[in-house]
């Protein structure tokens, strides 16, 4: 059982380079999100989906964008990274209370 | 801004001891409040759940207390072990989204 797979684990961009990082479930769960860990600041929201075909804006949502086309796919887009989009981010899916996350895609924007 | 929050950033604990780790929270719609564990390189854990209309909750070596009066929640390990030492988040659940704390670095003195 993989759980929450996120790809790449690990990435460096050019500004103004975009790219796409997958996040991928095999639990069947409805909820899924989007988070950016930076020091001294927790996890904080970017977006969410509450199924397949949709998508919400979290806390931090500019400078992002996300599709659920498949319930156990959530992509997450940055059209045009910039250095401020440097952060660990991380998946999640949930069925119930608990959520379970992967293992975070860090990423410098040089 | 955050809506969950905690007190303190770095808490350290001699072996042995017990632990008790706060959160301040500001959202009283929350329905269910929830403490995580994020071990270095990795995705935050599940460790125990409390819903809104508790006040204590008890799980293997952890006990999560809930005041709703003052908006408080804390974390208690009892019989504190190396394999403790992690950052351990607050969280908030309030409708489909999933909140967090700055968080928690709880270092176990040997």
């Known amino acids: 059982n993989a759980g929450v797979t996120q790809t790449p684990k690990f990435r460096v961009l050019k500004t103004g380079q975009s790219m796409t990082l997958l996040c991928a479930q095999d639990?069947?769960?409805?909820?899924m999100y989007w988070y950016r860990q930076d020091p001294g600041m927790g996890l904080r929201l970017i977006h969410y989906?509450?199924?397949?075909?949709?998508?919400a804006k979290g806390e931090v949502p500019d400078g992002y964008n996300v599709s659920r086309l498949k319930k156990q796919n959530f992509l997450l887009g940055l059209e045009s990274a910039a250095p401020s989009q440097t952060s660990v981010y991380f998946c999640a899916s949930r069925k119930g209370v608990e959520a379970f996350f992967g293992q975070g895609t860090r990423l410098t924007v040089v | 801004g955050e809506s969950v929050g905690l007190h303190l950033p770095t808490l350290s604990v001699q072996e042995g001891d017990n632990s008790i780790i706060n959160c301040a929270y500001s959202?009283?719609?929350?329905?269910?409040f929830i403490w995580y564990k994020q071990e270095s390189g990795k995705g935050p854990q599940f460790i125990i759940d409390i819903r809104s209309n508790m006040d204590k909750r008890q799980g293997q070596r952890v006990t999560v207390l809930l005041n709703k009066t003052v908006k408080h929640l804390s974390l208690q390990i009892a019989a504190t072990q190396p394999g403790d030492s992690a950052v351990y988040f607050c969280?908030?659940?309030?409708?489909?989204?999933?909140?967090f704390g700055a968080g928690t670095t709880v270092t176990v003195r040997a």
């Open positions: 959202n009283s719609a929350s329905d269910y």
């Open positions: 969280a908030e659940r309030n409708d489909y989204k999933l909140s």
């Open positions: 639990m069947n769960h409805e909820y």
């Open positions: 989906s509450v199924g397949e075909g949709t998508t």
